[in-house]
């Protein structure tokens, strides 16, 4: 069991440039979810996935941000004309859900820096 | 939505000393768990905990879930321990949320 990935884990883009952020969950793992985190605040939740179908959105999520995850497996979250505002890290975390405690497992993060 | 509020904001200890962290839900939940967030940023799951008590090593959590609260204990701590505790739960198709978290510095 390799744990979720994220990658770039650094990304320094200015202002206007679209970004995009990708994660691996856990194999075999049916939930894929996304969370921002800005310094000093919990974790807040963007979206999930239960495989392919994209199930629940947050309000956080404007149009300029898009998330996919198309066979099921890896995931992009994708933002389109950045803003200093979504200077974050942003954060995957995967889950077998069923009668199996729904334990979520968070990967290490990426970290986006708009100037 | 469910609030989760967590206390203290922050907490300081000398190296060997004991403490308690508490989370407090706003609702009933099915799901509840605790993580460690160490200083690179990564969220480390310690317990998945809806209800009961469980132990790992000199950590363990007891969740009653009819009063709405949750508890992590950390006994003898080390330097190691520092960094910021979440607690996290919800209810039905599980969508995490968390609370702002206890950030813990453990002296030498």
Redesign the interface.
Known sequence: DTGVSQNPRHKITKRGQNVTFRCDPISEHNRLYWYRQTLGQGPEFLTYFQNEAQLEKSRLLSDRFSAERPKGSFSTLEIQRTEQGDSAMYLCASSLAGNFGNTIYFGEGSWLTVV | GIQ?EQSPPDLILQEGANSTLRCNFSDSVN?L?W?HQNP??????LF?IPSGTKQNGRLSATTVATERYSLLYISSSQTTDSGVY?C?SGRG?????????TSLIVHP
């Open positions: 989760v799901n768990q993580f690179w940023g990564q969220l480390i799951n998945y979440f996290a198709s599980y969508i995490p949320t968390f609370g702002r978290g």
